[in-house]
Structure formats: structure tokens, C-alpha cells
């Protein structure tokens, strides 16, 4: 090994700046908070100041000290990382347990030239690494070499991978990618309310900028009684007008805030298959260069949503040993009909279901007690309102509850099943949305029956197959099949030795 591989390396010195640039917007809301407060009276301002600046010197000089002190090592085995100001904290994660090495580069880091190098172990949180931030040719050299040696290759090479690799890996076959214009329009599907829920979370800040006691349930009922009153004097038109406008900037609010979290975090979405798996890049405030090896797939996921499917858009997941940033599920094709999700499909070693595919039902006693179980309650609320409100009352819950009976036995006709082929195991359910997972036989860890006090006395059980990085079942089988396809199940995993895979 190189000494020049093996000798202790700092990330990139201006990681320092980011991390001032940091404390400088961690600085920005206390600041304002005592500005507008009555902190330091006629002098809140200087303060306000004063506070600030102490802040930016503080976090700078931390960054800048844990800059200094946090040094990595690309040994001949591991991966080494020392970190700490005060305490110091050793890490080494060896080539065999890194399953990938992911490139992240938020907006601050990209002006930089500077990329954050994830190596992920599958295990997620504190078992993976992240140096950030390095530039974009040692990232690009980090996550060669150590993909180099995770595979097992020449120790010659070591040499070669020394010097700066290309800052770009050898582009593949493009498999799926997003326009502006198919952007958009999956952006118009994501209709999201939240921004709502980040002005609830600003409001418990309110009372430091306004002298209005926000939280004081007196305020606002003399502010309601006085909307009342101006309400009343606008006339019926007026009110119904000023009704549909509300609801029409609601609308607006909703689609404007899913088409901007859409935007910023798929733009650019890109998905190839190259010589060392699936790599997909995508964001527009940080960029995310993510590959993922073809044998770490362990099933697929294919998702709508109850409006996008009428419109027959579906979103493809691997299920993956690699973690992300969002779910141990990577989304590799979020807006795209099924024709394109087939060749991807295909691609990572998988078929999706055909006219041949052999599709059974869950059993008829679960069935049953689903329905009965989707109704329960309503009938209880009827129950209720038959012996103390009003005559008619109690058929309100009990309409509800024939109409939750009758969805559940429609989800049953039509979208729960199950199949198994050759090599595969399929699973769907959902009334308005169809959930599909496909998973390989072969790469199932564990297959277990599990049976609840009713289940064992009406005879159906639940198949949990064990699946690395998610989970998969099948519900309401009858006791039988689920033992029948347990059989299948492991009948393929005892006859393969994995010692040569």
C-alpha cells in the first residue's frame, strides 16, 4: 500500500468556511428574537448585535477546531476516522461491511467545489462515516478506491488510484430520467399543505416580534366575534364569494409548496445503469450522486397515490441493503408509467407480473372479519346515538359503516393478492392506491407464519418474509397456502449454496 493511501488527510480547509457561513444563519433567529423583545430595553439592538457576533465567533472557531482535528486514514483493510476537540473518537469501518459511497453536495459546498463522502454500511445512522467536506476529485477518489477494494481488487492498483480520479464516473445507460415538464407535473401530484405546519412552528416565536399574546384564547375570541360581525354585514354573495377565494388560495397553497419541495429535491433526475450498478442523481439545492450496486436490490415497491393513478402514474423503490437519505427504500423512478418502470425492472434482475402470473386471494374468513372489524366502530357510534341523541341520528354511523364493509370486501375482490412464480413472490393490496412488492425467493432471509388469537381460530395466517433493508407480508392467507408457499420459499433458499454467489 502507497504511504501515500495510508497517511493521516484532513478534509478540504475551506469546509471551514462553510461551517462559519453556518453560524452565521444559526445566529440570524436570536438575534431577531431580541431585537423585537424586550431584552436590553432601549439597547436591545446592540445587543441583539453583540449576541450575534459571539455566536459567528463562536461556531467559526469550533469549525475551524474540529477542521483541525479530524483527520481519515484509507488503510489497506478499513477505513479510518479521528474526530473530537475535546474528547477524541476513533472509527474504522472495513472495506467488506461498506456496501456503497455516496456523494452529497448541498448548495454552500457545491459554490465551493466541496462534495460531503457518505460510506454506508446498510446499518444507517451512527454506523456510517461522512467526511464533509472534501472536493469533488477526492470524493470521486475516496468512493473509487474503496469500491476497488471492497471488490477486491490488485493491491497494484492501489498506486493508479492514488492520483486524482476523473471527478466524473464513466457515464452508463440511461434508464429513466425527468424533464422540467415531467417534473412539474409530478410536482402538481404532490399537493402538500406543510408549509402550514412550519407557521404553527414560527408562531411559538410570535410573542418575541409582536405585543400580542398569540396563545391567549381571549384574543382571538374578540378577534372572531369581530369577523363575525363584518362577515354578517357583507351579504350571502359576499360571504360565498370570500369562501371559494379562501378555499382557492388554500388550493393554490398546496400545489405551490408540493411543485417546490418536487422541484428542489428531484431536479435533474437522472438514472443510469453503469458497470457498477444503478446511479442516480438528482436535487437542485443538493446534489445527490448515489450508486447502487445491482446485487444489493432485494425486491422492488411500486407505489401510487389514490389521484395519479387514475392518471396511471406509479413510482418504482428499490427495497436495498445501502441506506439513504430518506428510507431504507431508494426511489429510482418517482413519476413514470409502468412501460418505463418494466425495463428497470428488468434491469436490476426482476420481471413485473403478466397475464400468466397466477394471482390468488386471501381467505374468505379474513375477508370476513376485515369488513366486520372496517365497520365496528361505526356500529358502536350508531349504537350510542339510537339510545341518547336524536331519531334518525344513529343512521348516519350506520351508513358509514356499510359503506367502510363494502370498500373492505372491494379491496378484497380486487386488490389483495398474492402470487408466486419460478423465482418471485408478488404481494398487492390497497383499495384506491394498488401496492405492489416483488421480491426474489433466492434473496428472501427468513419466511414465518404468525397467527393472532382470531386468526387461529378462523384458520388464515400472516406470511412475514424476511427481507434485508424493509419488510414484506401477506395477510389472511388460509393456513394451508401459507404453509404451501412456505415450503416453496425455503425449498429455493436450502438448494442454493450461497458460498458461490
Known amino acids: ?26 445566529a440570524i433567529l436570536p438575534a431577531l ?56 473518537a476513533a ?20 459554490l465551493f467545489g466541496l462534495v460531503a463522502v457518505k460510506f454506508e454500511t446498510g446499518a444507517g445512522g451512527s454506523e456510517d462515516i461522512t467526511l464533509a467536506y472534501v472536493t469533488t476529485a477526492e470524493g470521486s477518489r475516496l468512493r473509487q478506491l ?34 422540467p415538464q415531467r417534473l412539474i407535473t409530478f410536482g402538481l401530484f404532490e399537493f402538500s399543505l406543510a408549509v402550514f405546519a412550519v407557521l404553527l412552528g414560527l408562531l411559538q416565536y410570535a410573542d418575541n416580534f409582536v405585543d400580542i399574546s398569540l396563545w391567549d384564547a381571549r384574543v382571538w375570541e374578540r378577534w372572531l366575534s369581530e369577523q363575525s360581525t363584518w362577515v354578517a354585514r357583507i351579504g350571502p354573495a359576499a360571504q360565498v364569494v370570500g369562501a371559494i377565494a379562501a378555499v382557492f388560495v388554500l388550493v393554490v397553497i398546496g400545489f405551490a409548496t408540493g411543485l417546490l419541495r418536487t422541484i428542489t429535491r428531484d431536479w435533474g433526475f437522472v438514472l443510469e445503469r453503469t458497470a457498477r450498478g444503478f446511479r442516480r442523481r438528482r436535487g437542485l439545492f443538493t446534489r445527490t450522486d448515489v450508486v447502487m450496486p445491482v446485487h444489493r436490490v ?24 445501502a441506506s439513504d437519505n430518506e428510507s431504507a427504500s431508494h426511489a ?50 350508531a349504537g350510542v346515538l339510537a339510545l341518547f341523541a336524536p331519531a334518525g341520528w344513529f343512521l ?45 425467493r433466492l434473496k428472501l432471509h427468513s419466511v414465518e407464519i404468525a397467527q393472532g388469537p382470531l386468526a387461529r381460530l378462523r384458520g388464515y395466517a400472516t406470511l412475514h418474509l424476511g427481507l434485508g433493508g ?29 458460498a458461490h454467489i
Open 1 to 26: 500500500m502507497s504511504s501515500h493511501l495510508s497517511t493521516p488527510r484532513r478534509t478540504a480547509p475551506t469546509s471551514v468556511v462553510i461551517g462559519a457561513l453556518g453560524s452565521v444563519q444559526n
Open 33 to 88: 428574537a431580541i431585537a423585537f423583545s424586550g431584552i436590553g430595553g432601549s439597547g436591545r439592538f446592540g445587543v441583539a448585535i453583540a449576541v450575534a457576533a459571539a455566536a459567528i465567533v463562536i461556531g467559526t472557531g469550533l469549525a475551524y477546531l474540529g477542521w483541525r482535528r479530524l483527520t481519515y486514514v484509507v488503510g489497506e483493510a478499513d477505513i479510518r476516522v479521528e474526530s473530537g476537540i475535546v474528547s477524541r
Open 91 to 110: 472509527r474504522s469501518v472495513p472495506y467488506e461491511r461498506i456496501q456503497d459511497v455516496s456523494l452529497a453536495e448541498p448548495l454552500l459546498a457545491r
Open 146 to 179: 474503496v469500491r476497488e477494494r471492497r471488490d477486491e481488487e490488485a493491491v497494484a492498483k492501489a498506486a493508479a488510484l492514488a492520483a486524482p480520479a476523473p471527478s466524473e464516473e464513466p457515464a452508463g445507460q440511461v434508464l429513466f430520467q425527468m424533464s
Open 298 to 321: 432485494q425486491a422492488l415497491a411500486i407505489t401510487t397515490g389514490p389521484l395519479r393513478y387514475r392518471f396511471g402514474w406509479r413510482s418504482l423503490s428499490f427495497v436495498s441493503l
Open 332 to 381: 429510482v423512478a418517482p413519476f413514470a408509467r409502468i412501460e418505463e418502470i418494466a425495463p428497470i425492472a428488468s434491469a436490476a434482475g426482476f420481471h413485473l407480473p403478466d397475464e400468466a402470473t397466477g394471482w390468488q386471494r386471501s381467505s374468505i374468513a379474513y375477508r370476513t372479519d376485515k369488513a366486520i372489524g372496517a365497520a365496528l366502530l361505526f356500529v358502536v357510534v
Open 396 to 440: 348516519i354511523p350506520l351508513g358509514a359503516a356499510l359503506v367502510a364493509a363494502a370498500l373492505s370486501l372491494y379491496e378484497w375482490e380486487l386488490r389483495r393478492r398474492h402470487a408466486i412464480d419460478d423465482s418471485q413472490i408478488f404481494a398487492m393490496h390497497g383499495l384506491l392506491a394498488p401496492q405492489l412488492q416483488i421480491a426474489t
Open 470 to 498: 424493509g419488510e414484506m407480508a401477506i395477510r389472511g392467507l388460509p393456513l394451508a397456502r401459507a404453509r404451501e408457499l412456505r415450503a416453496k420459499i425455503l425449498t429455493t433458499i436450502t438448494a442454493t449454496d450461497f
